[in-house]
């Protein structure tokens, strides 16, 4: 098979990021628009980029895509495209969809037209008139925006943001592909100390710490394409093996998450050691207010809370001073803040060099980044100076 066409989701802004890693992993003429990249590739990128990706949400095969304003049409053009190269005839392929602008706005009526085209499909080459669906699963959409189609099937299977770490969760928690870009954003480098003080659950400290090692976030979970008979188990083991050869075992990092509730530093814990990070990331019951650092250059990211309930608006604006008033004994650090609070700044009291408009969840936040000086060339990675009183 030669090269065949992909799509990485992903959350509104975080397109380039996903773009970015995708040039990393050597895929170029990348095609970007809203909550998507397109490329082409061989069969060996289902595998390495279900593994590596980050920030995605998931790797979706593109069947084909054209107009159709009628179910006519969008059954003809569905029933052209190659499903036999693709389905077993045991394959299990429920179909999905979305109708945005379009004609054809009933979802579960282009479901059924998009699901019957390819049961006709596939009876040209298997002489059957029905299909068990008890083999391999393939999870078709179809997607209508303003009157063009487009069909793909999941590769992932499980969304990408389930690296397989966090078996438990806190309150409201931060998805691990936006705290994976949250991360890149930053530009957070491995050999610079890194704070989380509002760290939860550990996804930000933990993310910061699969990347600081270079361990592919999928290393140690399944893909619904890894069932498919039409991508050789061979391509799984050569991404696997290339991804477990390029971990950096003897990395050092000072990562670090405080918080100030105890039981969910616990799940933090275990969290760090099911991702096998237990001795690479620190976690610690402290307040902000009791936030310092002992060495000169470092980068504070996290996700601290909104205050999107009315009782808690009052604390959380307190806690907005707090960190504002504690991060000016520490200027040499960059700072970088998610929250949805419009007036997260006045209670900072301190303008934001850049923000940038992003979405935990369906909760539209503004991530703030407030640079800190340059480091001396001079001053060592983890150079100490003695705590700010």
């Keep these: 098979m030669s090269k065949i066409d992909l799509i990485a ?5 975080l397109e380039s990021i996903v773009a970015n890693e995708l040039k990393s992993l050597g895929y170029e003429n990348l095609q970007i628009q809203n909550g998507r990249v397109s490329f082409q590739a061989g069969t060996e990128a289902v595998a390495r980029c279900n593994l590596w990706l980050r920030s995605a949400d998931r790797v979706l095969l593109k069947m084909g895509e054209f107009e159709a304003c009628t179910f006519d049409e969008l059954f003809e053009q569905t029933k052209k495209l190659p499903w036999t190269d693709w389905l077993p005839e045991s394959a299990e392929f429920p179909v999905e969809g979305k109708s945005i602008q379009s004609q054809l706005f009933s979802v579960s009526d282009c479901q059924a037209i998009v699901k019957k085209a390819i049961v006709e499909k596939m009876k040209e080459k298997y002489p059957r008139q029905w299909f068990q669906e008890n083999g391999p699963r393939y999870k078709i959409q179809v ?3 303003n009157n063009v189609a487009t069909l793909t099937m999941d590769t992932s299977g499980a969304g990408l943001h389930k690296r397989g770490y966090r078996k438990l969760s806190g309150e409201a928690p931060l998805k691990e592909t936006l705290a994976a870009a949250l991360v890149y954003i930053s530009r957070w480098r491995a050999d610079r100390p890194l704070i989380d003080p509002c760290c939860g659950s550990g996804t930000i400290p933990i993310e910061a710490a699969l990347i600081g090692r270079n361990i592919a976030p999928g290393l140690n979970r399944e893909f619904a394409a890894e069932k498919w008979p039409e991508l050789s188990m061979k391509i799984w083991q050569k991404a696997r093996e290339e991804a477990k050869d390029s971990i950096l075992k003897q990395q050092t990092l000072g990562i670090m998450g405080f918080d100030i509730d105890g039981s969910v530093l616990d799940l933090a814990r275990y969290h760090a050691k099911l991702a096998g990070l237990e001795k690479a990331v620190s976690f ?3 307040d902000v207010s009791d936030l310092r650092s002992q060495y000169h250059y470092g980068y504070l990211i996290t996700n601290p809370p909104y205050g999107e309930r009315l009782s808690e608006k009052t604390e959380v604006e307190k806690l907005y001073r707090t960190m504002g008033a504690v991060l000016k004994n520490m200027k040499t650090w960059s700072s970088y803040i998610l ?3 419009p007036q997260f700044e006045k209670h900072f009291r301190r303008k ?5 408009k992003l979405y935990n969840g ?3 936040c503004n991530y703030y980044q407030f640079y800190g000086p340059k480091p001396d060339n001079m001053v060592g990675p983890f150079a100490t100076i003695n705590p700010v009183d």
């Excluded at 989701?9 to 802004?13: D, E, L, Q, S, V």
């Excluded at 934001?352 to 940038?356: L, P, T």
């Design 352 to 356: 934001a060099d850049k923000r940038r």
């Design 9 to 13: 989701t992903t959350a509104f802004g």
């Design 284 to 286: 610690q019951r402290q």
């Design 143 to 145: 997607g209508m925006l």
């Design 362 to 364: 369906r909760i539209q």
């Design 339 to 341: 929250s949805s609070h």
